[in-house]
């Protein structure tokens, strides 16, 4: 399987700050771009999802940014909470039912 | 909706055991997946089933390693005999099938630790 690559690995952030993950893939195949978010002794959870037909998508808080001509897409998170930390996947797939190709994670600490 | 049920929570056992890992999909779905987790490799897939029976079992690291899916809510991961490396969290996930992408709804997980 082609491998998506997620950075950075940790990262903290002061409450109300906008940290940013970044991911980025090599198979042009992919058109299916979800972000997992996990808390501790949890499964991960969808977050927020993007096509690669727009560049960009808000869903409350959180905004993901598509850039295909680079292959890179990343997760912004704006006013961000103590209850934000976790840990954040992105994925990627081709369409269909077909399985999901995970980034290692980043380990988001939001300190008050 | 009861969500994707795994059990049991937490296994501790020793080398040379044979560990089964239990799942339950969300009724309806379909597609069913077996994932493991460690700090060093990240969520990895190890077999996926559609209607019960498996497409790809690539991900599964040897023989040591099977998966069985007799029926659409219930599936089975079994390590036989176990070992020390085997140790990490291991996943279930379910999705539909029909429509575009459906996401991929997760257990809590099985804490799985081999002495």
């Known amino acids: 399987q082609q491998q998506v690559k997620q950075s950075p690995q940790s990262l903290i952030v002061q409450k109300g700050g906008i940290p940013i993950i970044n991911c980025a893939y090599e198979?042009?195949?992919?058109?299916?771009f979800p972000w997992y978010q996990q808390f501790p002794g949890k499964g991960p959870a969808l977050l927020i999802a993007?096509?690669?037909?727009?560049s960009e998508k808000k869903e409350g808080r959180f905004t993901i940014s598509f850039n295909k001509s680079a292959k890179q897409f990343s997760l912004h998170i704006m006013d961000s909470q103590p209850g934000d930390s976790a840990t954040y996947f992105c994925?990627?797939?081709?369409?269909?039912?077909?399985?999901?190709?995970f980034g290692k994670g980043t380990r988001l600490s939001v300190i008050a | 909706d009861a969500g994707v049920i795994q059990s049991p929570r937490h296994e501790v056992t020793e080398m040379g055991q044979e560990v089964t890992l239990r799942c339950k999909p969300i009724?309806?779905?379909?597609?069913l997946f077996w994932y493991r987790q460690t700090m060093m490799r990240g969520l990895e897939l190890l077999i996926y089933?559609?209607?019960?029976?498996?497409?790809?079992d690539s991900g599964m690291p040897e023989d040591r390693f099977s998966a069985k899916m007799p029926n659409a809510s219930f599936s089975t991961l079994k390590i036989q005999p176990s070992e020390p490396r085997d140790s990490a969290v291991y996943f279930c996930?379910?999705?539909?099938?029909?429509?575009?992408?459906?996401?991929?709804?997760f257990g809590d997980g099985t804490r799985l630790s081999i002495l």
């Open positions: 009724s309806g779905h379909d597609y």
């Open positions: 994925a990627a797939t081709t369409l269909g039912n077909t399985p999901l190709v």
């Open positions: 996930a379910s999705s539909r099938s029909t429509g575009s992408n459906q996401p991929q709804h």
């Open positions: 993007i096509r690669p037909d727009v």
């Open positions: 198979n042009t195949a992919f058109d299916y």
């Open positions: 089933f559609n209607n019960n029976v498996p497409i790809d």
